[in-house]
Structure formats: C-alpha cells, structure tokens
C-alpha cells in the first residue's frame, strides 16, 4: 500500500503534463497524416539540410554536416525510448500561421559539444548560459525553415516563439499528445562522434504545414487541438446572439432582410479591417510593469585578461596588469554577468560614467560567450 509520496517517474510525469502511463486527461489525440503527407514533409525538411548545416558551420567554428531526416509519425512511449536519460528540449511552439506544438530534443552529450564548440569550453557546464547557446542554434535552424516555409506556402503570418531551452529528465519531456511527426537527424560535429537531433511536430500542426505544401487547403480540425479557437465559429455564434437580441423586428421582416441581401449580391460589400498595431497589447504591457521594480546587477568592464597563480600571488603595489582591450576600445556593459551593450567611459561631475554606444544583438551575445 502507497504511503503517498511520489516517485521520481510520477513528479516528471506530472511536470510533463502526462500520467504515468503517458496519457493525459485534458487533450484529444489527432490521427497521424498520410503517406502523401509524410512526403511533403521530408521533402521540405530535406530542402533545408544545406541551410541549416551552413548556419551551425558558421556559429560553432566547425565543419558541422546534417544528413537527411528519417520523418515518421510515432507516439510519446515509442519516442522516449530512443532518448538518454538526460536530454535539451527546447521549445519552439508555432504562434502564427501554423499555430501549435514544435520543439526539439537534444541528448545532453550533443547539447555539450555544441556548447563547447561555441564558447570554445571544453569543460562545459549545462547552465544558463549553455542553454541560452543551444536556444540561439535552434532560433537559427527555426529562422531558416520559416523563411523557407513563408516562400513555398505563401503565407506571409509564419512566427515562432523564441526558443527555451532546458536540460531535464527524458521522463518530463513535454511532448504531444497521442501520434506526432517526428524528424530525426544525424549530425556530424567533426569530433568523430554520431550526434542526434529530434525535431518533434504536433499531428494538427504537421497536418496544416503539409497541405500547404501540397496546396490544399488546412484541415477544419486538428488545430482545435492546440486550444486554437475557431474564430469562424466564434464569429457565427456572436452573429446569432445578436440576433436574439434584436428587438422591434418581426421575423418576416427579418426574413425578408435576409432574402434581400442574398438575392442581391451588388449589396456585398469588402470588410475594412483596421491597420495592425505593432505595439504590446494592454495586458501584456501590465505584465511587463510587474517587473519593473526588480533590480539587476549592471556592470562595466574595462577589459580582462588570465594570469597563472604564481604571477597573481607575485603581485604588489604598483603592479602594471595589462587587459585585453586597446586605449579607447568601447567597454563591455553587462546586466547580471550577460553582455548586452557597448559604451564610451565619460566623467560626470568628478564620478565615472558610461555612454551607451551600441546594443549588442543576440547573435553577437552567443559569440562573445567565446
């Protein structure tokens, strides 16, 4: 008899969102696609091997080739059982055109020699700076399929969320629900060892992007499975509440009205939307005003350098150390220990200070981890 405390599998089941036997008790499983699915798929996917290959040659320094991924459908159990015990997922959810589940799983040992490679770190730690590492790769490998699947689709809407990435058991992996498409890479990190690299599609989400492919049109069912809401659905039931709320009309003036309209198609007229407005909504302003108040530590650094103990134990007053940045190089000005601008120092009123002279973009914060 249980004496009620969890198992280690049971607390990752439930971080997973999934029961212990890999179910859940809040989504519907949707069917796998066919095989003309599956082939419009990899045929995608194989158009964007030399991309991405070129992309992760260039950001780790290495020559980094990706072979052709083996796409399936298959199911949670069926999956988990291909992984280490330790994994990186990383999740890059569709929020846009295809809306609904993406993400990838990385074996913590591949995740550590991409890491490596790019921080020139041969004793890398899974930490929060490795993570956000591995979170730019894949930003990149995401970026280059978007644009890819924007031109073939012609959808113009196609957006990502930007990559989380986690190291965690394989046991609370976040996968979808019921079968999915999955597409499974062999990549070579020139360190003569086979790497591995899931890429993991919701069914609703591989469906959608695979009729687009093949020119048809999106399937009216599977995206309700992401908790998307059918704005047609939604739209028809605010026109028929309306309706019951009109007053004052007879229902064979209504009826007439109607008749009217669809006997007369000159009355149709195009729909005005209003322009798209790029900035943050209300709500999600109110949140961004929580954390205001929260304080970071900012610090500018002049310059570093590395010197062997017995010179630092030598050290004395008047001591010269020479740093790695030449006379009026811009310093380095991080926030909690991560670069994110340059600047010029400036005196002001007998205190240093520092001008702000440039933002330093993602990409240039992942190779100045080196």
């Given at each position: 008899?249980?004496?009620?405390?969890l198992?280690?599998?049971?607390?990752?089941?439930?971080?997973a969102?999934?029961d212990s036997?890999?179910g859940?008790?809040?989504a519907?499983a949707?069917?796998?696609?066919?095989?003309?699915?599956?082939?419009?798929?990899?045929?995608?996917?194989?158009?964007?091997?030399?991309?991405?290959?070129?992309?992760?040659?260039?950001?780790?320094?290495?020559?980094?080739?990706?072979?052709?991924?083996q796409?399936?459908?298959?199911?949670?159990?069926?999956?988990l059982?291909?992984?280490?015990?330790?994994?990186?997922?990383?999740?890059?959810?569709?929020?846009?055109?295809?809306?609904?589940?993406?993400?990838?799983?990385?074996?913590?040992?591949?995740?550590?020699a991409?890491?490596?490679?790019?921080?020139?770190?041969?004793?890398?730690?899974m930490?929060?700076m490795?993570?956000?590492?591995?979170g730019e790769?894949?930003?990149?490998?995401?970026?280059?399929?978007?644009?890819?699947?924007?031109?073939?689709?012609?959808?113009?809407?196609?957006?990502a969320i930007?990559?989380e990435?986690?190291?965690?058991?394989?046991?609370?992996?976040?996968?979808?629900?019921?079968e999915?498409l999955?597409?499974?890479?062999?990549?070579?990190?020139?360190?003569?060892?086979?790497?591995r690299?899931?890429?993991?599609?919701?069914?609703?989400?591989?469906?959608?992007?695979s009729?687009?492919?093949s020119?048809?049109?999106?399937?009216a069912?599977?995206?309700m499975?992401?908790g998307?809401?059918?704005?047609?659905?939604?739209?028809?039931?605010?026109?028929?509440?309306?309706m019951?709320?009109?007053t004052?009309?007879?229902?064979?003036?209504?009826?007439a009205?109607?008749?009217?309209?669809?006997?007369?198609p000159?009355?149709?007229?195009?729909?005005?939307?209003?322009?798209?407005?790029?900035h943050?909504?209300?709500?999600?302003?109110?949140?961004?005003?929580?954390?205001?108040?929260v304080?970071?530590?900012m610090?500018v650094?002049?310059?570093?350098?590395?010197?062997?103990?017995?010179?630092?134990?030598?050290?004395?007053?008047g001591t010269?150390?020479?740093?790695?940045?030449?006379?009026?190089?811009?310093?380095?000005?991080?926030?909690?220990?991560?670069?994110?601008a340059?600047?010029?120092?400036?005196?002001?009123?007998?205190?240093?200070?520092?001008?702000?002279t440039?933002?330093?973009?993602?990409m240039?914060r992942v190779?100045d981890?080196?």
């Amino acid at each position: 008899m249980s004496d009620g405390a969890l198992s280690q599998d049971e607390i990752d089941a439930l971080l997973a969102g999934v029961d212990s036997a890999g179910g859940t008790a809040t989504a519907t499983a949707v069917p796998a696609g066919s095989e003309e699915d599956l082939r419009s798929f990899r045929s995608f996917l194989s158009g964007n091997i030399g991309a991405g290959s070129s992309n992760l040659s260039m950001m780790t320094g290495a020559q980094v080739t990706l072979q052709e991924p083996q796409v399936q459908y298959t199911s949670r159990d069926s999956l988990l059982e291909q992984f280490p015990d330790m994994v990186t997922a990383v999740k890059a959810d569709f929020s846009s055109g295809f809306p609904g589940e993406h993400l990838f799983i990385l074996p913590e040992e591949t995740s550590k020699a991409i890491a490596s490679l790019m921080t020139k770190d041969e004793n890398i730690e899974m930490d929060e700076m490795a993570m956000a590492v591995i979170g730019e790769v894949i930003s990149q490998f995401v970026g280059t399929q978007i644009t890819d699947l924007t031109k073939k689709t012609n959808n113009q809407s196609i957006e990502a969320i930007p990559p989380e990435a986690a190291n965690i058991k394989k046991a609370a992996a976040a996968l979808p629900v019921g079968e999915f498409l999955t597409a499974s890479y062999i990549m070579d990190l020139a360190d003569g060892k086979s790497h591995r690299i899931w890429e993991i599609y919701g069914a609703a989400v591989a469906a959608d992007i695979s009729r687009a492919l093949s020119g048809k049109s999106p399937a009216a069912g599977p995206a309700m499975q992401s908790g998307a809401i059918n704005t047609a659905a939604m739209q028809g039931m605010a026109g028929m509440g309306a309706m019951q709320g009109m007053t004052g009309m007879g229902s064979a003036q209504g009826m007439a009205g109607m008749g009217g309209v669809m006997g007369n198609p000159s009355n149709v007229q195009s729909v005005q939307f209003p322009n798209l407005n790029p900035h943050a909504m209300p709500q999600e302003a109110g949140n961004i005003n929580l954390l205001m108040d929260v304080f970071m530590e900012m610090t500018v650094e002049l310059g570093r350098t590395r010197k062997l103990i017995k010179e630092i134990l030598s050290m004395g007053e008047g001591t010269i150390i020479e740093l790695d940045k030449l006379a009026g190089e811009p310093v380095d000005i991080l926030v909690n220990q991560k670069l994110i601008a340059k600047g010029e120092v400036v005196v002001i009123d007998e205190n240093f200070g520092v001008r702000v002279t440039e933002i330093v973009s993602p990409m240039e914060r992942v190779n100045d981890f080196s």
